[in-house]
C-alpha cells in the first residue's frame, strides 16, 4: 500500500559501484537555464512584460518571502543568512520588505489567487509575532490568499525559534504546513555544527504542532555533518521515523568552506569519508522508504498520503526554488534580498546585498538585478528536463506536441547519450521515450545534463555545481 507505481520497496538497489560510477557534480535544475545564466541586461521593461503575460494567462499564484535574519550561527550553512541580535536592523529590513511588496504588487491584476506561499531563510520565526503578523497583513493587502483550506502556506522554522504562542500565531494567521530544521539528533553532532535542540524540545514541538491541527510537518536533515556515521544517522532516523512527520529533505551537506567560511570552524577530519556518506545516505534512504516513506525525488522522502507523493503518482509534480511543489501552472513572485521570481518565462533575482536590496527600495526602485527571458530552446529543454526530474521520465510525444517539433531529429545528438545511458542501467528505452530505472533515479540530474546547453559554457568559466555524493 506504501507503494507508487514502478516504487521499489526498499532502496538497496543503489549499490556503492554505480552511485560512484554515476556521481556528478551538475545543477539541482530548480530551475532552466539555471542562476549562472542570469545577466544583468535583463531590464524592467523585460519583467512588466513578462508579468503582462503573466496576467493574461491567469495563472494562480505563488509567493516566496526570504526572511533572513538567525540569532546564531550553525557552521555548516550555506544559506543566504544575517547572524544579528540587532533589532534595528530587522526592523528596517521588514519596513522595505513592505515597501517590496506594495512595488512588486502594482502590475499584478488585482484578485489573481495566491494558492501556495512559503516564508524561508535565515530564519523567519526570529521575527517576533506582532512583526510576522504585521507582514502576512500587509502581502494579504496586496494579494487575495486563498483560505487555508485551499491553499498551501508553509513557513520554516528554527525550533530554538518557537514556543506555544507563536506555533498558535502561526496558525491563526494562515500557515497550514510547518518546516522544522532537524538536521541530526546525535548531541556530538549538533555541538560540533554550533547547533543545540534537544530532542525533547522537537518531541514537545511535534506534539504541540499536531494540536494545533497543522496539515502537514516537515524534517529537514543532513548527511554528512561531522562524527556522523551510519549507526549515528540510523539512531536519528529511527527517532524521525517516531515523529513521524508528512515530509522529510534528507540533504547532501554541502562543504564549500571558501565560500562558507563559518565551515571552516569545524574540524574536517571528523567530517565522514566519501564512502562512509555514501553508506549513510543508501541507510538512511532505504529505512525510510522501509518505514512506508515515498521516495518523491532528489533529497526528498513524503508519507503516500502527502500531496507530494500523490502528485508524483499523478504525474503533477512540478520543480521550483523550493524544490519539487505541486503547483504546476504558477507563475511564482519573489520578495525580500535574493530572491529569484519565476514569471512566465522569464526568471529574475533581487540582489544578494542587504545594503543594496534597501537602497533599491528607499529610491523608490526595484531590486532586481538580474534575470533571463528564455528563448524558445531554452523553453523546450526546460519542459524536458522538469518532466526528466519530476516524473523519472520522458515521453517525445508530448514534447512534439507541446513545442511543435520533431523530437528524433531536435534532440539527436542528445538521444546518442541516452542509449549509452540505457547501456549503464540508468534508463530505459521505451514505446513512448525513455524512463529512469528505479536504480537511475539517484543520477538524475546526470541524465538532465544531457539536454543542458549552457553545461560546456561553464565548465569553461570553472564553476562548480554540488556533487550528488
Ligand atoms: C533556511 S534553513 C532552515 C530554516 C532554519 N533556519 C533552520 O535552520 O531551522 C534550510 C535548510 O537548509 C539546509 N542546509 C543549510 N546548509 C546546508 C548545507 N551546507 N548543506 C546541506 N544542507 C544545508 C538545512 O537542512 C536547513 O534546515
Ligand atoms: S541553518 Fe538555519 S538557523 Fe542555522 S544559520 Fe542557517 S539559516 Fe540560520
Known amino acids: 500500500m506504501y507503494l507508487v507505481k514502478n516504487e521499489p520497496k526498499k532502496l538497496d538497489i543503489w549499490d556503492e559501484e554505480f552511485i560512484k560510477r554515476h556521481d556528478v557534480a551538475g545543477p539541482r535544475y530548480t530551475s532552466y537555464p539555471t542562476a549562472l545564466q542570469f545577466h544583468e541586461e535583463f531590464s524592467r521593461q523585460n519583467y512588466l512584460d513578462a508579468v503582462e503575460r503573466s496576467n493574461n494567462r491567469k495563472r494562480p499564484l505563488s509567493i516566496y518571502v526570504h526572511l533572513p535574519f538567525c540569532e546564531s550561527l550553525c557552521y555548516y550553512c550555506a544559506c543566504n543568512k544575517v547572524i544579528t541580535k540587532d533589532q534595528d536592523k530587522m526592523r528596517r529590513y521588514l519596513d522595505n520588505l513592505i515597501k517590496e511588496i506594495e512595488y512588486v504588487a502594482k502590475p499584478f491584476a488585482e484578485n489573481r489567487p495566491v494558492y501556495q506561499m512559503h516564508w524561508g531563510g535565515g530564519t523567519p520565526t526570529y521575527f517576533d509575532g506582532p512583526e510576522l503578523t504585521e507582514l502576512w497583513y500587509q502581502i494579504s493587502r496586496h494579494f487575495h490568499l486563498v483560505g487555508p483550506d485551499r491553499g498551501e502556506f508553509s513557513i520554516e522554522i528554527d525550533p530554538r525559534t518557537i514556543d506555544t504562542d507563536k506555533l498558535g500565531l502561526l496558525k491563526g494567521l494562515g500557515f497550514n504546513r510547518l518546516s522544522f530544521g532537524i538536521q541530526d539528533f546525535d548531541e556530538k553532532v549538533q555541538k560540533a555544527i554550533n547547533r543545540i535542540q534537544p530532542l525533547s524540545m522537537i518531541e514537545d514541538l511535534v506534539k504541540e504542532a499536531r494540536d494545533y491541527q497543522y496539515e502537514s510537518l516537515n524534517f529537514d536533515l ?229 539536454f543542458d546547453s549552457y553545461l560546456s559554457e561553464h565548465a569553461k568559466s570553472g564553476n562548480r555545481y554540488s556533487r550528488i555524493i
Open 222 to 450: 543532513i548527511y554528512g555533518l561531522p562524527h556522523q556515521t551510519v549507526k549515528s544517522v540510523n539512531r536519528t532516523i529511527e527517532k524521525v521515523i517516531d515523529l513521524s512527520p508528512d515530509r522529510i529533505s534528507l540533504f547532501n551537506y554541502a562543504h564549500l568552506p571558501q565560500r562558507f567560511k563559518s565551515q571552516g570552524q569545524m574540524n574536517e577530519e571528523a567530517l565522514p569519508l566519501a564512502g562512509e556518506k555514501l553508506q549513510i545516505m543508501c541507510a538512511a534512504s532505504s529505512r525510510l522508504v522501509e518505514a512506508g516513506y515515498v521516495y518523491v525525488g532528489m533529497d526528498h522522502f513524503a508519507k503516500p498520503s502527502d500531496e507530494l507523493s500523490i502528485a508524483l503518482k499523478n504525474e503533477q509534480l512540478h520543480r521550483n526554488f523550493q524544490g519539487y511543489t505541486t503547483f504546476k501552472e504558477a507563475d511564482l513572485i519573489a520578495v525580500g534580498v535574493s530572491s529569484i521570481s519565476q514569471i512566465d518565462n522569464v526568471y529574475c533575482q533581487n540582489s544578494k546585498s542587504i545594503r543594496d536590496y534597501e537602497q533599491a527600495l528607499i529610491d523608490g526602485e526595484s531590486p532586481i538585478v538580474a534575470g533571463v527571458e528564455l528563448t524558445p530552446d531554452d523553453d523546450i529543454r526546460r519542459d524536458v528536463i522538469m518532466s526528466i526530474i519530476c516524473h523519472n521520465k520522458l515521453n517525445k510525444a508530448e514534447i512534439e506536441s507541446a513545442h511543435g517539433i520533431d523530437f528524433d531529429s531536435y534532440f539527436a545528438t542528445e538521444e546518442k547519450r541516452l542509449v549509452e545511458y540505457a547501456e549503464q542501467g540508468l534508463l530505459k528505452i521505451t514505446s513512448f521515450g525513455y524512463q529512469i530505472t528505479p536504480k537511475g533515479r539517484l543520477a538524475v540530474r546526470k541524465v538532465c545534463m544531457v
